[in-house]
């Protein structure tokens, strides 16, 4: 009986250790069938390597990228003062249309695309990376942090211009006071006499300014004459004469134009360079001339209209001419120095490690998150919903027509790079 217990037990213990070894070489042979995948090896592209003529390419690719770059953020930056090319004229909003057209292709066709492919490569393990849409998660909240820092950066500069111009008026009306005591002139607010509502912490007296305000919206010029600009003065019969224009707080409006202006520029610089040093790797650790040849032309005409959008936010802006020339520099030079580091890493670069599909397929989608933000928030709907552009019809048309033909041109880039 015993021996019988015995014997069941030992045909147990080597079918366990039968149905082990089984799994075990199973779970080896799958890990190597992934790692031996033909995804992960020499790709199609590699039929056309050829290291000298691809060397070749890539200096012409750096010479040419960076030349459309200095171009184009030059262009708005030293036309300031030509007619055709200042930051208010037609002109150039039409072209700045344009360029955000393109932004908003290189966002949706090629950067966000490529992240998915990088993030779903079937060299990756296939959990986490393919049980996730990672790009599309990532782009998401590269766009909603964007906003974050647009409105902390806008935040943070209005106090700061608001600080300023404080001061600004308590010299001023210290200097009036002082040459009204000079001449013999009592400032009001020496009197002791109180306005109305001004014992209650100057409320009543704010509300009394705003009744004032509403008595006379009517002055303020409505539809066509708001487009015209018109101004009509109205007599009332007080002894005095209200001439109620578009004048009211337009400084504080410029004030608020030039602060988006400088945080919109900052944001869109951080965006466009992060995604040009994905752009200048791939190309410069890439061996193929096949690659590299389509790609000289695509990225050269994306570099000029990212550039020429930058440097019209940029001149916006008002930056000093350090800042301004910094920033130019860094972003005419990021692809090009890109370009040169995959150049001279390319014998030891594996574009195909798990390390290197992780980062690329991330910034990728980082880079295209901040992008659509961009593009739709601070390019598109902030040249196209404002005043001027409802009240001129034909720059409307014009506007319009250039959007859509800067997308469609950059997207159907894709068709080669």
Known sequence: ??????????????????????????????????????????????????????????????????????????????????????????????????????????????????????????????????????????????????????????????????????????NRVGSVEDSGLESGIVPAGDLNVKLFGEEDGGAMHIVGMHAHAAQHRHSHPQGKEACDGHVTVHDHGHGHAHGHGHSHGLDGDDDESGVRHVVVSQILELGIVSHSVIIGLSLGVSHSPCTIRPLIAALSFHQFFEGFALGGCISQAQFNTLSTSLMAVFFAITTPLGIAVGAAVASTYNPNSTGALVAEGILDSLSAGILVYMALVDLIAADFLNKRMSCNFRLQIVSYCTLFLGAGLMSSLALWA
């Not at 366990?16 to 020499?42: H, P, W, Y």
């Not at 199609?44 to 770059?69: F, H, M, P, Q, W």
């Open 1 to 170: 009986m015993f021996f019988f217990e015995d014997l069941l037990q030992m045909i147990c213990i080597r079918g366990f250790q039968d149905k082990t070894r089984l799994l075990s070489e199973s779970f080896i042979r799958t890990v190597s069938e992934s790692m031996a995948n033909s995804s992960c090896g020499v790709s199609e592209v590699e039929l056309c390597r050829n290291d000298t003529a691809a060397l070749r390419y890539k200096l012409i690719a750096i010479a040419s990228i960076l030349t459309s770059g200095v171009i184009g953020i030059a262009l708005p930056l030293l036309g300031r003062q030509c007619r055709f090319l200042k930051t208010d004229g037609n002109l150039f909003v039409a072209a700045k249309a344009f360029a955000a057209g393109v932004i908003l292709a290189t966002a949706f066709v090629h950067m966000l695309p490529d992240g998915s492919d990088a993030l779903s490569d079937p060299c990756l393990p296939e959990f986490p990376w393919s049980k996730f849409p990672f790009s599309g998660f990532f782009a998401m909240m590269a766009s909603l942090l964007t906003l974050l820092v647009d409105f902390v950066g806008t935040q943070y500069y209005e106090r700061k211009q608001g600080m300023i111009r404080s001061k600004e008026e308590a």
